[in-house]
């Protein structure tokens, strides 16, 4: 009973404080742009959530005897758990906001989703059924999960970037338009002052599109650098999952409807950095291939549950639950 | 030129593969294999003060019967050609170095050298492949016919969108194999595919059985596209990836101040010594060689030859699964508690290597079957005791299996995989115990039931009642008299009899069947090495190779870097590094430096 109440309180205490995270962003950026001071505190924030999260799944671990990711519930906490982690990580390295306005709203809706009434039936935690009962439980599932949340934000960064890249291209069409316009109007003005008010323009103009291009730069980058790491955890989990299934199954590829599905974003995620092995590689086309790969792990991770068939269809083992 | 010579030759340079070497005495093979591969070649052009350390590494590389010749002459080659060159332009200097690793490069070679020179060549122009295939036709002149389209193929399939097309692809069709139900009879097909409402305006049952997407995983379309694939892995490895560990051993020295300050990353630090910038590079962990003026660094070099592996790791998986379904053995049994079965019996072979062995022979005896149960009465595991005997009838192993500790003997794995009720053990009014065979009851869902019936009267009447029993599990047994209505629950190891209209029952005992699944599976050995071969160069993938180059000019030092990964990160930690970098006094710069760095 106390280990239920612990975790009621610390399930809300981590969703307010996201929330109030998120509400604290928005008005900075919305209103008072860049105030150090609140910026500094929703990073306090971030913090307290991950310490809640802990919190939460150690509660979990101890009161059910087993590792707390064992149904989609259980799996949930630990998806907004990795995003804090990864939140929590490069806020040692200062220098990645982007980042962390992505995992900060991805806690949130994770979070909020998991605390909706939504799952409601499937938040008490379940026996294990046999074919769990493995130390290869832990390895996989932490491996996926930590996978799907880091290339989560990696391809969410990178969605980030395909609107910022085609917002800009409308913008300097308009751009282009305006100045034509101006180029019209002095015709009848002396040639040197259009001619200095030209220079002006366009200088304003490249400093704008200076900035742009930094960022696009930056948000490509890191969500290569998240998709790859993404990719290293997502390659383990897949494999550590095919050893474990060679124990328990006596095969270490079964086509059940979850790996497959794994192994299709495995690929889609090697397509993404094959594309960037290239001489000049476009950002846009990465990009592209990232937000595919964006919509595939969610059809990973919650499609294949849905249809609930196959051996992941966490807690219903035809086989092995009598 | 020659003292500056003479006092790059100190310390640093010298020490950083020294104390490799200290550090890697025990491990020496793996660690000078390493060397053989990334260290050594990266001077085709040595500069005097680094032959002394570099002969120690060709040393220790003939100590572990590596080839030697190659190394030795290619490096007094090369350092003529560096002082003839020395002078040139940056792009002749290339051209030159082409053609003399032409000369060089095949006397030395493991693997087939002609093809990947060429694709050497062809990243040196501009990392297009059209040189390289425009070369080969040239090739094809002096060389056979045949060669000539080999290379044309190889050129094609290393093709990296045609590579890109075929992940999606293998992608695209799982993805279908998962959406259509597998394995069903066509019939299913008709139902779920109509011709004349088609899905999407075209898809019909024509289509799923005539391209075999009734069985995805095993349709030809499938595996043909695996096997294009892995053709295009191998072509890729071979013809692009083998080359750019020659094109990364070239990289060295820059003499240009032009060229450096081309870098991704650049900076120029006034007032310094470019020992001092060796000594912290070498502190960050860098590999740094200094030759005269000129400084080369660099780290992380296993990030860039890591992919090479993760491509060797997935061909490796890709052998082993083929060798999986080709040369497997399976099969499934359900056996009741205290039987007995002959492995060979139960095992099927799965493709035309599948061997059978010795092991074959061996008799499986099921000494009992079991659950474990959670205090709410769900099964926490199930256990098989099993004894294996040889063809003489002598136990050669006995264990205990649950899910997920299978049993291993000779190659053959036998699982734990499911389980049902073979019999009820009963008295009747204390006689017997009789044996009453249950059968398996579908009435709801997937969950088990099991039911058995006891006549009672006259068995050769056309009505006969009797006692209904059924069961969920081994733990209890539910009992129903001869009008159907519920009478009791009886646990078998309770021996508590009951009473129906008169008739005393005791339930004695449940016996179970074990659901055995045995295999063997020659292929697994090699999958899993690969599987770790795959963890491991995926991880390693990550590290980043980073360069830097630096010249001294003056009492400036340029300073010039890349990276091929950590973009984001490596102008940080130049910075940081750069920062570290003492000024000079401007009298006594050579002085000071060599008491820094001594």
Aim: hydrophobic residues 40%.
């Amino acid at each position: 009973m106390i280990f239920s109440t612990v975790e009621h309180i610390l399930t809300h205490i981590s969703f307010s404080i996201v929330s109030i995270i998120i509400t604290m962003r928005l008005i900075s950026f919305f209103l008072v742009d860049g105030i150090v001071q609140l910026y500094d505190s929703s990073e306090k924030g971030m913090i307290v959530t991950f310490l809640c999260l802990t919190g939460l799944l150690v509660t979990r671990w101890t009161y059910s005897g087993h590792f707390p990711l064992s149904n989609l519930y259980e799996s949930l906490i630990f998806l907004s758990w990795s995003f804090s982690l990864i939140h929590i990580v490069p806020y040692f390295k200062k220098n990645k906001k982007y980042l962390s306005t992505i995992t900060g709203s991805s806690v949130v809706f994770t979070q909020g989703f998991t605390t909706s009434g939504l799952l409601t039936e499937i938040d008490q935690s379940s026996i294990l059924v046999p074919a769990l009962q493995s130390e290869w439980l832990i390895m996989h599932v932490t491996m996926m999960i930590l996978g799907y949340a880091s290339l989560l934000c990696g391809s969410l960064l990178s969605i980030a970037l395909l609107v910022i890249t085609f917002r800009k291209n409308k913008k300097i069409i308009s751009i282009k338009n305006l100045l034509l316009n101006e180029s019209f109007f002095f015709i009848e003005i002396e040639y040197m002052n259009e001619r200095s008010n030209l220079l002006q323009n366009t200088s304003f103009f490249s400093a704008k599109n200076y900035y742009r291009s930094q960022l696009i730069q930056q948000l490509d980058y890191w969500s290569s650098r998240g998709i790859s790491l993404g990719f290293i955890f997502l390659t383990i989990g897949i494999l550590s999952g095919a050893v474990w299934a060679n124990e328990a199954w006596g095969s270490y590829w079964n086509w059940d409807p979850k790996e497959t599905w794994a192994f299709i974003t495995w690929i889609i995620f090697a397509i993404y950095l094959h594309t960037r092995t290239t001489r000049n590689p476009k950002c846009a086309n990465s990009a592209i291939v990232a937000s595919i790969g964006f919509l595939i792990i969610w059809i990973c991770y919650f499609g294949v549950n849905l249809l609930g068939i196959g051996l992941h269809s966490y807690g219903s083992f035809t086989l092995l639950a009598n | 030129m020659g003292s500056l010579h003479l006092t790059s030759s100190r310390p640093q340079s010298q020490s950083i593969p020294l104390s490799k070497l200290q550090n890697g005495t025990t491990g020496c093979c793996t660690k000078t294999r390493c060397c053989y591969y990334g260290y050594y070649p990266f001077f085709p052009k040595p500069p005097f003060s680094l032959r002394n350390s570099q002969i120690s590494y060709s040393f220790c590389c003939r100590n572990n019967g590596l080839a030697l010749g190659f190394t030795v002459s290619y490096k007094l080659e090369t350092s003529k050609d560096n002082i003839l060159t020395q002078s040139k332009k940056k792009k002749k200097k290339e051209e030159e170095e082409d053609k003399k690793s032409k000369i060089v490069v095949p006397e030395s070679n493991e693997e087939a050298p002609s093809l990947s020179e060429e694709g050497t060549a062809g990243i040196s122009n501009g990392g297009t492949r059209q040189p390289a295939t425009r070369k080969s036709q040239l090739g094809g002149v002096g060389g056979s016919w045949k060669s000539s389209i080999w290379r044309r193929v190889l050129a094609i399939l290393s093709n990296l969108p045609l590579a890109l097309a075929e992940m999606a692809a293998v992608a695209a069709l799982m993805a279908l194999g998962t959406v259509i139900d597998q394995g069903e009879t066509p019939d299913f097909y008709f139902h779920k595919y109509p011709e004349d409402n088609p899905v999407l305006g075209f898809f019909t049952w024509r289509w799923v059985l005539t391209l075999g997407f009734d069985h995805m995983f095993t349709s030809p379309i499938f595996f043909g596209t695996l096997a294009l694939l892995g053709a295009s892995l191998m072509a890729c490895t071979y013809t692009t990836q083998i080359p750019l560990v020659r094109v990364a051993r070239r990289w060295s020295f820059l003499y240009s101040a032009e060229v450096i300050r081309k870098q991704e990353y650049t900076d120029i630090l006034p007032q310094a010594s470019i020992k001092d910038l060796g000594v912290i590079l070498m502190g960050a962990g860098y590999e740094v060689f200094l030759e005269g003026p000129s400084l080369y660094a660099f780290k992380g070099l296993a990030g860039r030859f890591a992919p090479i592996g993760v491509h060797l790791a997935l061909l490796l998986i890709m052998a082993g699964g083929t060798l999986s379904s080709a040369g497997s053995f399976r099969g499934s049994v359900t056996v009741p508690q205290g039987l007995n079965f002959v492995v060979g019996d139960v095992l099927g072979p799965s493709g035309f290597l599948s061997m059978p062995s010795e092991a074959f022979n061996t008799e499986v005896h099921v000494n009992r079957f079991y659950m474990d149960y959670y205090d709410s009465g769900e099964v926490r595991q199930f256990h098989t005791d099993l004894s294996l005997l040889d063809l003489n009838g002598k136990e050669v192993m006995r264990k205990t299996i649950s899910v997920n500790d299978p049993l291993r003997y000779g190659g053959i794995t036998i699982y734990q995989t499911d389980w049902s009720l073979s019999a009820l053990q009963i008295l009747k009014d204390n006689e017997g115990p009789f044996n009453l065979a249950m059968a398996p009851l579908q009435i709801n869902g997937d969950k088990k039931l099991y039911g058995t019936f006891l006549p009672i009267g006259d068995v050769n009447s056309p009505d006969v009642k009797g006692i209904s029993m059924l069961a969920r599990d081994l733990q209890s047994i539910v009992l129903y008299d001869q009008q159907g209505r519920f009478v009791g629950v009886r646990r078998p190891d309770s021996k508590l009899p009951i009473d129906i209209d008169g008739i005393k029952i005791v339930i004695v005992d449940a016996i179970g069947s074990t659901g055995l699944d045995i295999k063997t599976d020659p292929g697994v050995a090699i999958v899993y090495a690969g599987f770790g071969a795959l963890m491991l160069t995926t991880c390693i993938s990550f590290l980043s190779h980073s360069q830097i180059w630096a010249l001294q000019d003056g009492t400036e030092v340029i300073i010039g870097g890349k990276t091929n990964r950590a973009k984001g990160e490596f102008p940080e930690e130049m910075n940081l590094l750069l920062d570290q970098v003492p000024e000079l006094v401007e009298s006594s710069s050579p002085k000071q430096s060599d008491v820094i760095s001594g």
